[in-house]
T-cell receptor, first 110, second 116 residues
Framework: QQPVQSPQAVILREGEDAVINCSSSKALYSVHWYRQKHGEAPVFLMILLKGGEQKGHDKISASFNEKKQQSSLYLTASQLSYSGTYFCGTLNNAGNMLTFGGGTRLMVKP | DTGVSQDPRHKITKRGQNVTFRCDPISEHNRLYWYRQTLGQGPEFLTYFQNEAQLEKSRLLSDRFSAERPKGSFSTLEIQRTEQGDSAMYLC??????????????FGEGSWLTVV
């Protein structure tokens, strides 16, 4: 079952912050975050393995709440290069199928 | 460290023709995946190999689609009798599961298919 992402789209000014949410109706074992620019392949950002885990990558960080079956991606002091579509992916029990959410389109304007 | 490479990057074909895409995964990765992505949608899982064994196939993979990974290295995805609905980007990905860091899946640049 596909995870649900919100919001579907967000427009920011450079320097502003954004939060992208990913929730699932099934138990989550891990959450994977990717960014995809138009016409390009998804690029891996980070993976969260444990409930309550938080990770960071430059000014992009994420949290994973196993109980609530959700993950959030935090983009702080956004840069123009952050523009793109962000996807969360959830892995099945066997660890061999990553199911992606519908994506969140992020546009950062100068 | 070379990434996942796919060939061709773009293919335009007439309806009814067969097409084949090739994927070379990251060399030490034993897991290989094929996904399909249409405009405005997230990637959809098609199939998964562990070494040369095809262990998982999506219901999206109709009889016209076949994938192989003969020696557990590169993989091919063939679409027979293409239809306009097959137009999409076909993404290959690979991974190597490590207990402590999980199963990070890396994608190739994708192969764009246009069926006219």
């Amino acid at each position: 079952q596909q995870p649900v992402q919100s919001p579907q789209a967000v427009i920011l000014r450079e320097g502003e912050d954004a939060v992208i949410n990913c929730s699932s109706s099934k138990a989550l074992y891990s959450v994977h975050w990717y960014r995809q620019k138009h016409g390009e392949a998804p690029v891996f950002l980070m993976i969260l393995l444990k409930g309550g885990e938080q990770k960071g990558h430059d000014k992009i960080s994420a949290s994973f709440n196993e109980k609530k079956q959700q993950s959030s991606l935090y983009l702080t002091a956004s840069q123009l290069s952050y523009s793109g579509t962000y996807f969360c992916g959830t892995l099945n029990n066997a660890g061999n199928m990553l199911t992606f959410g519908g994506g969140t389109r992020l546009m950062v304007k100068p | 460290d070379t990434g996942v490479s796919q060939d061709p990057r773009h293919k335009i074909t007439k309806r009814g023709q067969n097409v084949t895409f090739r994927c070379d995964p990251i060399s030490e990765h034993n897991r290989l995946y094929w996904y399909r992505q249409t405009l405005g949608q997230g990637p959809e899982f098609l199939t998964y190999f562990q070494n040369e064994a095809q262990l998982e196939k999506s219901r999206l993979l109709s009889d016209r689609f076949s994938a192989e990974r003969p020696k557990g290295s590169f993989s091919t995805l063939e679409i027979q009798r293409t239809e306009q609905g097959d137009s999409a980007m076909y993404l290959c990905a690979s991974s190597y599961k490590i207990r402590t860091t999980g199963n990070t899946i890396y994608f190739g640049e994708g192969s764009w298919l246009t069926v006219v």
